[in-house]
């Protein structure tokens, strides 16, 4: 997951950055996010436990208590992914597809040059810019919250273990 998520961050970086640049370079960025799209989206399904969308994609009431839990500062940590984390992830991957689909489209005979195409894909991409600051600001507020550092377990794969009212 950790060699995922450093090459997801790594491609749309590039595919952001090469936006107005280099086509070729866009364009095989664009194809490699949407490839490790299609890698989270099968390793959802027969992934390990804390990789698989069952184990933390939940209700929109689960999230919504979780969201006031965490403005009266009294959530639960979880072992896995938390509830908002859950529907971030969901909410990145679907940016994410759609921005690498009507890259995609853009490249074809049929939408080349088609206006709401090529301005989707750069409405999607700069949605994904706000998405990712709040993915940050969560992880930030998540590690300072339960005094783990949550950036630190993305590149060494630990955390602390876990403490008896914890959500596995």
Known sequence: MRLFHWSLVTAF????????GSRVVHEWAGYIVAALVVFRLVWGLVGPRYARFGQFIRSPRVIG???????KRREP???GHNPAGGAMIVVLLAAL????LTGWMYTTEAYWGVEW?????????????LLVGLHIAGVLVSSWVHHENLIRAMWTGKKRGPDADDVA
Do not use: I
Request: charged residues 20%; negative net charge.
């Open 13 to 20: 970086v590039t595919a952001w950055l090469t936006g107005e």
């Open 65 to 71: 208590r979780y969201l006031s839990d965490m403005l």
């Open 77 to 79: 940590r979880y072992l």
């Open 97 to 100: 597809a759609g921005t690498a």
């Open 117 to 129: 195409v090529e301005e989707t894909h750069e409405f999607l991409a700069n949605l994904l810019l």
